[in-house]
DNA sequence: GGCGTATTCCCCACTTTTCCCCACGGGCCT
DNA sequence: AGGCCCGTGGGGAAAAGTGGGGAATACGCC
């Protein structure tokens, strides 16, 4: 299965509804059943896993900490606190939690990226923002990441 | 069996009953019986256990602590002092023990938070202190805490 | 030991939110 | 030019959360 890719900027509307690209629906293997589990993504966005990869990740990641560590502790109540599993309607749209549309800044419209292993809805004002804080430019970085 | 995930803000009323999610309800194996058990928890919160879940790490955690070390003994002493079976009612509630809600300072609204092997139910206000308080953002302590 | 008080548990009713279904408009491909 | 797929919006039925009252039980006091 190929990973998810392409953007687009799609309306948000009053219930918290966002209509997934077609093209990332598709990516979708059928084991995760046309759902996707919505979390806090690093930085001001929200991520989007399927299903099965995000049980995946309960399973080998999380489920491995430590009840007793208090780091560990602290991280799986942010992580988990934002999560939510939402399914995609018969329109091929998802309900956001308000939590997250609320940390994400999102009003009205969303700006909706494939990252890979996942999808991510940014405000657009919040996405730009983002862009143009970044020191670093693509060509450089790629040395960096690639090389390592 | 997925994690507890998500959070509410739901109201504690007069007789100490709180509303458990319907998405947490429904994360309740048919061996919890729809049966909690709540104890102290760390830092200043209640801790909701499947009762399975719970049977479990008595069996395979408690009953293994040395009855002759001091601090296992007291440790013991601690979280089952604290600990109390509590079932789901018709309404998908559960009551508090009163004593929980004193060490947890609820008063009339508690927050609620999925946290993947159990459920967690903090006072607001404490909750938001306990966050300010927390030295490491969430991108830092991910690298940490997964890399480890 | 009996009575009165307090507590607990269960049931019922109301309000709000959520979810699902339907209908519309536009664009792309054929 | 027509049909099909895609994104957008709204309304109605069902479920979820909230609050209060009454019967049964337990407790303490007289």
Same mark, same amino acid.
């Given at each position: 299965?190929?990973?998810?890719?392409? %953007?687009?900027?799609?309306?948000? @509307?009053?219930?918290? &509804?966002?209509? /997934?690209?077609?093209?990332?629906?598709?990516?979708?293997?059928?084991?995760?059943?046309?759902?996707?589990?919505?979390?806090?993504?690093? *930085?001001?966005?929200? +991520?989007?896993?399927?299903?099965?990869?995000?049980?995946?990740?309960?399973?080998?990641?999380?489920?491995?900490? #430590?009840? +007793? @560590?208090?780091?560990?502790?602290?991280?799986?109540? /942010?992580?988990?606190?934002?999560?939510?599993?939402?399914?995609?309607?018969? %329109?091929?749209?998802?309900?956001?939690?308000?939590?997250?549309?609320?940390?994400?800044?999102? @009003?009205?419209?969303? &700006? /909706?990226?494939?990252?890979?292993?996942?999808?991510?809805?940014?405000?657009?004002?919040?996405? *730009?923002? +983002?862009?143009?804080? %970044?020191? $670093?430019? +693509?060509?450089?970085?790629?040395?960096? $990441?690639? #090389?390592?």
């Amino acid at each position: 299965m190929a990973g998810f890719k392409g %953007q687009a900027e799609y309306s948000v @509307d009053s219930k918290g &509804r966002v209509t /997934i690209p077609a093209k990332m629906r598709d990516e979708l293997s059928p084991e995760a059943d046309g759902t996707f589990t919505v979390t806090r993504g690093f *930085d001001q966005c929200v +991520y989007l896993y399927p299903l099965d990869t995000w049980t995946e990740m309960e399973e080998n990641e999380i489920a491995n900490l #430590s009840r +007793y @560590d208090r780091e560990a502790r602290h991280f799986v109540r /942010i992580i988990m606190r934002w999560a939510e599993e939402v399914a995609l309607d018969a %329109q091929g749209r998802i309900k956001l939690p308000s939590p997250l549309i609320d940390f994400a800044e999102i @009003d009205g419209e969303g &700006r /909706i990226i494939g990252a890979f292993d996942h999808v991510e809805i940014w405000a657009p004002k919040v996405f *730009d923002q +983002y862009m143009n804080e %970044q020191p $670093v430019e +693509y060509e450089t970085l790629a040395e960096r $990441v690639m #090389s390592g």
